[in-house]
């Protein structure tokens, strides 16, 4: 069964920084992409940052500069490194994993996406 986790998470002054990992578990497919995304109070969840199958990565405008995200394939993680936060940084964030199972020996497959539990980021002005 697929687990994916995330840890990391905590509170920051503004300015300060957070390195958040996750790791995908219990699956021997493989893994098509990885994203982090956040969801603050009241708002809906936004993509943080897309990590493609090939290592390229597409930071949303609000963090290119300050986050920095680094894929592990051989080890099935995927890391976040937060600098310069600022308090509207805040909220859970989640990794997400997308894997590629194949259902036959014709090869019919279906891409699934998992979901972490989500961790805490609370920055503080």
């Known amino acids: 069964q697929v687990q994916v986790t995330e840890s990391g998470g905590g509170l920051v002054q503004a300015g300060g920084s957070l390195r958040l990992s996750c790791v995908v578990s219990?699956?021997?497919?493989?893994?098509?992409?990885m994203e982090w995304h956040r969801q603050a109070p009241g708002n809906q969840r936004e993509v943080v940052v897309h990590?493609?199958?090939?290592?390229?990565?597409f930071y949303a405008d609000s963090v290119k500069g300050r986050f920095t995200t680094s894929r592990d394939s051989a080890k099935n993680t995927l890391s976040l490194e937060m600098n310069s936060l600022r308090p509207e940084d805040t909220g859970v964030y989640y990794c997400?994993?997308?894997?590629?199972?194949?259902?036959?020996?014709?090869?019919?497959?279906?891409?699934?996406?998992?979901w972490g539990q989500g961790t805490q980021v609370t920055v503080s002005s």
């Open positions: 219990g699956s021997r497919s493989s893994i098509n992409y």
């Open positions: 990590v493609s199958s090939g290592g390229s990565t």
């Open positions: 997400k994993a997308n894997i590629h199972h194949v259902v036959n020996v014709e090869g019919a497959y279906v891409d699934r996406d998992y």
